[in-house]
């Protein structure tokens, strides 16, 4: 069983958004997915021309829209540790260095913010 930090990391989250590509695709261009009848051919996945059968299927335990924006905020949060990173990584002690740089491969960007703006000199 996941923990919490490992089912919600962000490479988990782009994993489950690559599995789920046309379900998401077709809840972002507002398809109507909610009362879908397997009977009719409406969403057919692109990669592998089957169609998709469980439409209201939730990811990770959550709704698409939920899903959806939390997978931009855990993108974003991303991009703002490796900036930070970057930028702080010669006034940080060696030990935040490592845990952070360890943090942010596993996917945890907010463990990694909170060191990089604790342990900088």
């Not at 379900?23 to 009977?39: G, M, T």
């Amino acid at each position: 069983m996941n923990t919490f930090t490992q089912k919600y990391s962000l490479f988990n989250m782009i994993n489950e958004y690559n599995k789920n590509k046309p379900l998401i695709q077709a809840y972002l261009k507002e398809h109507p997915i909610e009362h879908f009848d397997p009977s009719k051919p409406n969403l057919i996945d692109p990669y592998n021309g089957k169609q998709v059968e469980d439409m209201d299927k939730k990811i990770l335990g959550m709704t698409m829209g939920v899903f959806v924006v939390a997978l931009v905020i855990n993108i974003i949060l991303f991009i703002i540790a490796v900036v930070l990173l970057i930028t702080h990584w010669k006034n940080l002690p060696s030990w935040a260095q490592v845990v952070s740089l360890i943090c942010l491969l596993i996917g945890m960007p907010v463990i990694t913010i909170i060191i990089v703006l604790v342990a900088k000199k």
